[in-house]
């Protein structure tokens, strides 16, 4: 009984090694990530305001990527805050 426990954790951890990523690659997915939301967060943005009748400028539309980008930073960082 006692070697099948052992088996099993090395199975694991061979598992968990298998699958590991670098920190590099999570981390460069995950800015990706982000500024596609944050672009496709200012498209609707815009969007709306010329639904509105306002004008529509570049600033609107990095003002709009900049502020999702910042919200969605501030919420990462305070659910991963122990």
Not at 22 to 33: F, K, M
Request: charged content about 15%; proline content about 1%.
């Amino acid at each position: 009984m006692r070697w099948q426990r052992g088996v099993a954790k090395s199975v694991r951890s061979m598992k968990s090694a298998d699958t590991a990523r670098p920190r590099e690659a999570v981390v460069s997915s995950g800015v990706i990530l982000l500024a596609l939301l944050a672009i496709i967060v200012g498209y609707l943005w815009t969007r709306l305001r010329r639904r509105a009748g306002l004008h529509v400028t570049g600033k609107h539309w990095a003002a709009a990527i900049v502020v999702f980008a910042i919200v969605a930073l501030l919420l990462w960082a305070t659910s991963t805050h122990q």
